[in-house]
Structure formats: C-alpha cells, structure tokens
C-alpha cells in the first residue's frame, strides 16, 4: 500500500519507512540493503524521527492521533502521547531540543473535506525528547510540511485547508503571522535557510513558490511538469538545488497512483530556478527523504499490481 514520510539515523545506516496502509513502520539495515524489523499493529503511521541521543524514536499515526515513542534499539515502546486526531509531519528543533509534530484540523483532499474534524483543532503540538506534551501552537486547520529554523525560533506550517502558511514561536508558542497562499494546494515544503527562501509546492497548480522568508512575499513561481502531485520536497544547501518527488496525477481519478518523477532545479541565485531535468522514479513515488550527509536522495515506492513491488529507491545527488 501507499508509503508516507520517511525517518533516517545517521550513525546506524538505517531507515525508517512509515508504511501507511501495512500499518507498520519498516525499519531498514542500508549497509545490508534489507529490511530489518517491522513495527507493527500502528494505525496508518505518517512520520518517524530517530533521536539519536536518547536513542528514542518518534512514530506518529494518522488513526490514532498518537506519537508513539520505542526504544531504538529494541524497539520497546515507551511511551504515547495522544494529541487528538492525524498526527502527520514532524520535525526536530535542535534549539530547544523538541520534536514538533502537526496534528489535527479538518482535512481537505482535491477540495472535498476527508475528515471533519473542526478547523480550529489544528496545532503544533511540541514534545520534549521523553515524548511529553510541553505545548503548542494552533494552525486553525490541518498542518501538513513544515520547517525550523536554526538560526532562530520560527517555525513555517503549511495549512492547505486555509491556504496559507502560519508561522510560529518556537520560544512563547505564538502565532506572528498568517501568509496567504491564494489557489494554492500547500503540501509540501523546503527551506533555504542561509538565503531567507520558503519553498512551497502547489497541487493544483503545480508549481513551486519561493517566498522571502523574512515577509512572506512571492519572489517567483517555479512551473512543473503538469499534473504533477507531490508530499515531500527538499533543499539541498550544497548544490543549491531543489528536489520535489512526485507522482503524475490520473485525471479520471486523482487519488488513484500514478508513476512518479524527480522534479529537479538549480538556484542561479535566490530569486531565480532553472529546471535540470525531470527524472523518473517509480510506481506512485511522492514520498521519500533528502539526506544530506550522504548526498543521497530515498524515494518510497509502492506495490505495482503486476509490476514491481513496493521499493526505497536510492539516489546519488551529484
């Protein structure tokens, strides 16, 4: 079944695949190119993050709207923390030393609602390394990709239900602005730290917007190849280039999987992207993670009836 966001630990080579529809998360040895252990028995997990210090790792579910915290090693479960409903994306701040994951919200997909769960249940809910709730802030709407700064204590959440992107205080827990995103479908996004740029990815629409991340203004609009759908996109600070893994969207039903692409762009400076190349990946490929240590670039596949089954496809970025 579909794959979602996938989770890495550096020093121990290995993945974390959260399978979606399996209901697992699939641990993967990258040294021994196999899976080494499955998590069962989740509830549509979404996201991991591996904590290398506390050697805990941080699964969060759609079903139960829990983040449940295992062991790294034995994979014991520690703790849950339950936060309401759809707890989906995450992302660490090294800062404060806290995981803030996205939860909740009533939920759009293609412009029908697919969960009503009332707008103003949307937050950040922020964790300590423990997985103990210590705050959060509301989104007023399901928030989908995020990013942290690590220069300051901003964090930008994308809310496609309200399209915009909320930006936060990762210090007090407020809210300090609303950036309209009109006709955009925000799921996905990356960030440019070092040159102030928020990228986001349009459904609908198909296209990249960078922003000025001190403001919210729209520096440019990036086109893609049409009908492209993605869920995770990434900033490569080295190479100054963007990678957005997507899947072409079926027009006679677009929750249906398609074949997935690489949409790949190089930053001639921060106002201006010039397309590279449009790379193939594999059957409904829209997920996946950029390690930079590695230069390598994981794209999650899945099951192709009568075709390939479900793959971590593993790119060298050169």
Known sequence: GRMDHVGVDIAGQRLFAAAFDNKTLEVIDLQAGKQAHTIANLDHPQQT???????HLFVSSEGDGTVKVFDGTTFQLLQTTPLGSDADNMRFDARNKH?????????FLK???????GLKDGALAILDTAGKKVGQIPTDGHPE???????GTRVFTNVPDKKEIVVGDLVDYKVLAHWALPGCE????????????????CRASSAVLALDSENGRLVTSIPLTPSASSDDMFYDASKGRIYVLARIVQKDNPRAPGPGI?????????????????????????????????NKLFVATRHQPGGASGEI?????K
């Open 49 to 55: 993050y591996f904590d290398a210090p506390t050697n």
């Open 99 to 107: 995981v803030v994951v996205a939860y909740g919200g009533e939920k």
């Open 111 to 117: 412009g029908q609602v697919a969960r009503g769960q």
């Open 145 to 151: 990709s995020l990013a942290v700064e690590k220069n």
């Open 186 to 201: 925000n799921y996905p996004m990356a960030f440019d730290e070092d040159h102030h740029r928020v990228f986001v990815m």
């Open 262 to 294: 690489i949409e790949v762009f190089q930053q001639k400076d921060p106002d201006h992207y010039e397309k590279i190349e449009s790379f193939p990946s594999g059957f409904a490929a829209q997920t996946g993670l950029f390690v930079p240590e590695w």
């Open 313 to 317: 496809l593993v790119f060298e970025t």
